[in-house]
């Protein structure tokens, strides 16, 4: 069993930045993916970001040059740094962690950015 938990949402002001993190704890593989999605209200889920265990990443378009992902394998932790927040980065953001076939999730913290 695989347990993601998911820290550092909040309110923020149009061009703040916050700081997400997410553990993992349980049995899956060292070769992993670990990365975000969010979900905004009425729209489907959608990546935001992906790193792999040996530190390759992945980027949405519409958060490439703001957003930086990370990872601490030590401690089972992906980071995702959100700067130059806009509006439209409101949503539910889910952690994910892919082991193998398997897909995990977490059960997602809610970032908000007023205008």
């Known amino acids: 069993q695989v347990r993601l938990v998911e820290s550092g949402g909040g309110l923020v002001q149009t061009g703040g930045s916050l700081r997400l993190s997410c553990a993992a704890s349980?049995?899956?593989?060292?070769?992993?993916?670990m990365g975000w999605y969010r979900q905004a209200p009425g729209k489907e889920r959608e990546l935001v970001a992906t790193?792999?265990?040996?530190?390759?990443?992945n980027y949405a378009e519409s958060v490439k040059g703001r957003f930086t992902i990370s990872r601490d394998n030590a401690r089972n932790t992906v980071y995702l740094q959100m700067n130059s927040l806009k509006p439209e980065d409101t949503a539910a953001y889910y952690c994910s962690l892919r082991s193998g076939v398997l897909f995990h999730w977490g059960q997602g913290t809610q970032v908000t950015v007023s205008s």
């Open positions: 790193i792999t265990s040996g530190g390759i990443s």
């Open positions: 349980g049995n899956f593989f060292g070769d992993n993916v």
